[in-house]
């Protein structure tokens, strides 16, 4: 069997060991990794202390036992100035007790029984193998997904029960098995794992490519049912009418005021960040604080309990520049009105003209798209009933990221409806910036009936057929 030892990346994980640190060793709080194997938990633990220094130790334990300590062994305080704080030796000394605490779990556990595995393995670990039909074809790459997918679910069960069989925890806990022709086990010395792989990985293996080089034929479609609704088109000649209403009685209109709201919106966050441009402590304790805030984050999207702020994460940014530290603290669209030279000085020149520049280019953007987006939605109504009137925008109005106006459509029958179209520009934590088109129809007057609310589907399935229930 491999060395636990030598595979320490892949064997041991990250661990909060606050617990086991206050029980065995008295210190508050600890960090550092485990290792579990069968019954046996081994680990290596630093407890930093409150002037800056840590102590070591390594630990083994079964149930409540203690198996296996040393330590702890002290480390100076953590600073360059201190002749007694040397970091490569302590580094040596935690890579030697990590194997210490790796070969006493490996060396210490229970010896396994000979493994006997029946002949007829493959319909052992997986009896519904047999009954997998391959068809002679498929009609798309998803049919072919889905077989690869209900083959690789079977496999799946396959390696559990064949996992069962073996009672050595140790064995059990290095094996691996991610794909039908794949054991993440080299130069291993378990015959059991040869024999699974030649009786049942193989056979999978073999049925999945044969499952990949299906050919896919199409089959042709059914023109006397097809829903003429799935397919949303409408002419050039349409669609240049709504979009010249939508940009003449809203955009244009609202033009102005998006810009000056975007501006404002730049300036105010900006002048936020340069009245602590000249405050050196602040800007240090806001950096610090998005640090730790971003550590904190990732223990807790990798699945691990809170953890101090490491100690030579935090020296790290105490011998950072003042500069540095401003920058790291920077929203990424702020960031261009702080570059050099402007920050040699602690300060910034009027950049309203950038800002300008800037708030133009959101509005153009949010606009471009809030036309494409309601013209593609209202335009295929239009297209399908061929009697369109006019179209005439009842209000329209801009805030918080929004453009919100009714559009009122009537045509030469009577019938008539109002677009309540919508775009929200919404930010999210990672500061990227999407939009959300809610665009809903309201008043809906058709066939001699009065619908006051309904969905984009309703409109092309029955507002576009004079209310009729559509003949597919």
């Keep these: 069997m491999k060395s636990l030892a030598a595979i320490p990346d892949k064997a041991w994980k990250s661990a909060n060991l606050n617990d086991v640190a206050r029980a065995h060793f008295g210190f508050d709080r600890a960090f550092g990794s485990e290792i579990l194997l069968g019954d046996l938990w081994g680990m290596i633990g630093v407890s930093p202390t409150n002037d800056g220094a840590s102590n070591l130790f390594g630990l083994v334990l079964k149930g409540d036992q203690v198996l296996f300590k040393e330590g702890p062994f002290p480390e100076p305080i953590r600073n360059p100035d201190n002749p007694a704080w040397q970091p490569e030796q302590f580094i040596k000394l935690e890579k030697a007790l990590k194997k210490k605490v790796a070969k006493f779990v490996e060396e210490n556990q229970p ?17 519904d193998f047999g009954s997998f039909e391959i068809p002679e074809s498929v009609a798309s790459q998803a049919d072919i997904g889905r077989l690869s997918d209900n083959l690789l679910s079977r496999f799946s069960s396959a390696k559990e029960a064949f996992l069962a069989l073996i009672k050595d925890p140790a064995q059990n806990s290095l094996i691996r098995i991610e794909m039908p022709s794949r054991i993440m086990v080299k130069k291993t010395k378990m015959p059991a794992l040869q024999v699974f792989m030649d009786k049942v990985a193989t056979p999978y293996a073999k049925t999945l490519e044969k499952i990949k080089a299906l050919p896919i034929v199409k089959k042709g479609p059914k023109s006397e049912q097809k829903d003429p609704t799935s397919v949303h088109y409408f002419s050039k000649e349409t669609g240049d009418k709504i979009s010249s ?12 005021q998006i810009v000056d709201t975007y501006f404002n919106d730049i300036k105010n966050r900006l002048d936020d960040f340069l009245n602590i441009l000249k405050d050196e402590k602040a800007v240090l304790e806001k950096r610090l604080k998005k640090e730790e805030y971003a550590f904190q984050s990732d223990r807790k999207r990798d699945g691990y309990a809170p953890a101090p702020f490491p100690e030579y994460k935090k020296e790290k940014i105490l011998k950072s520049t003042f500069l540095e530290n401003f920058r790291a603290i920077l929203p990424y669209d702020l960031y261009r009105y702080f570059k050099e030279p402007r920050l040699s000085t602690n300060t ?4 309203d003209a950038e800002i300008k520049k800037t708030a133009e280019k959101i509005a153009e953007e949010m606009e471009q798209t809030y036309l494409s987006k309601q013209v593609g939605k209202i335009a295929p109504i239009v297209e399908k009933r061929k009697d369109y009137k006019e179209a005439k925008v009842l209000n329209a109005v801009f805030y918080r990221g929004t453009i919100e106006a009714d559009v009122r459509l009537t045509f030469e029958n009577g019938d008539e409806f109002t677009a309540h179209t919508i775009i929200v520009d919404v930010t999210n934590q990672f500061g990227t910036r999407f939009y959300r088109y809610p665009t809903t129809f309201h008043d809906v007057k058709v066939g001699g009936k009065t619908l006051k609310r309904t969905d984009e589907d ?15």
């Design 111 to 127: 010896k396994a029984e000979p493994i006997s595995l029946p002949p007829n393995l493959l319909e052992v670990v997986s009896p």
């Design 245 to 256: 209403v939508l940009k003449s009685a809203v955009l244009d209109k609202l033009h102005d």
């Design 348 to 351: 910034v020149p009027n950049v």
């Design 458 to 472: 309703w409109m092309n399935r029955y507002f576009t057929n004079g209310g009729k229930q559509p003949p597919w």
